[in-house]
């Protein structure tokens, strides 16, 4: 399986970091916005192929398949192009930031065949793969879950300090990821979400605190509360609150609501990192030849809910 990554920032260097420790996987290309950090990052990784021009790397027939950990922005018309040259695309969350670029990258998905998969890592994290099997498994029903979601980002900075050449987003990009495990965790349909913003900042134009409220029609309840404002430990702290227990998520680590530790060394999974679990699915997936779990077919209603989220804020702008 040969792999083309377009995106070499932070992320771009998890999934780098993730996809050496797959079984034949050979990442034969690499896309960057400047040529020189972008040799540098394929220099460090040994990938015999660095450009910044992606369609140049398309065209390539060393590549069966490629991982976009690039602008949000850019992610639903590069995740098209690399269908229509015929290569498997998995897109790093979020899928896109509008309902429409969403709904396209569906459409081609469907239309070609391939594998299109989104990454919403929190699926594949071992903390929240573990509450998926006790709920499958019948020992827990999700009535309502508490999340947080902090940064501390006044600043157009990503995860390793360094200046961006775009602007993240709490709505499209960070609520994905709860919206989605809310949505996945219950099984259930959104019927009904709220969304409140506080003052844009003035240089970077987005909101920087949100607070969001979904109800599903089995009853269980969502609150979600984000920021880039606060100052402390920054990451995203689920709590699931069931019938039969409470459990508290953090990234890869899970305890109860007493918060006492919960083992997870006896889950059958051959990695602990999310992003690697993420792409062994894709891997599997394209190998398999079957839709991968988070593929954009499956995750398209986060999307969807995102964007009725997007256009209540749009009638809340207007108000006097």
């Keep these: 399986m040969k792999i083309a990554l377009a995106g070499g920032g932070a992320f771009g260097e998890k999934h780098l970091d993730g996809l050496k420790n797959i079984d034949g996987v050979e990442v034969t290309a690499l896309v960057g916005r400047q040529q020189e950090p972008t040799q540098a990052m394929a220099d460090k990784y040994g990938i015999g192929f660095a450009t910044t021009d992606y369609e140049a790397m398309l065209e390539r027939d060393d590549v069966d398949a490629v991982i976009l950990c690039t602008p949000t922005q850019m992610h639903a018309d590069q995740a098209i192009k690399a269908m229509d040259a015929g290569k498997h695309v998995e897109v790093e969350i979020p899928l896109a ?34 509450v998926k099997q006790q ?12 999340v947080e979601t902090y940064f501390f980002r006044r600043e157009n900075k990503n995860a390793k300090g360094e200046p961006r050449s775009w602007t993240d987003h709490l709505l499209w990009h960070h609520s994905a990821h709860t919206i989605d495990i809310f949505q996945y965790m219950t099984g ?5 979400a709220n969304i409140l913003q506080g003052p844009k900042h003035p240089q970077l134009g987005i909101a920087m605190d949100q607070s969001i409220q979904m109800k599903t029609d089995k009853g269980q ?8 404002n606060n100052e402390g430990p920054f990451g995203t702290f689920f709590r699931y609150i069931g019938d039969t227990g ?13 918060d006492e530790p919960i083992d997870l060394s006896g889950m059958d999974v051959p990695s602990t990192n999310g992003i690697e679990l993420q792409d062994r699915e894709f891997i599997a997936a394209i190998r398999e030849g079957r839709e991968p779990n988070s593929s954009v077919a499956d995750t398209i209603e986060c999307y969807r809910t995102i964007g009725a ?6 009638d809340q702008d207007g108000w006097s």
Aim: with cysteine; proline share 1%; charged share 20%.
């Design 221 to 228: 309840i969502l609150t979600l509360s984000l920021s880039f």
């Design 135 to 146: 709920i499958d498994a019948g020992n827990l029903n999700i009535l309502a879950m508490d």
């Design 97 to 130: 930031d509008s309902l429409a670029d969403a709904e396209a990258v569906l459409a081609k998905s469907q239309e070609t065949g391939l594998v299109c998969m989104a990454g919403h890592t929190r699926r594949f994290n071992p903390s929240h793969q573990w």
């Design 309 to 314: 989220l997007a256009a209540s804020l749009e």
């Design 188 to 192: 259930a349909k959104v019927v009904k």
């Design 246 to 258: 409470t459990y508290l998520a953090r990234y890869d680590d899970l305890f109860n609501g007493k």
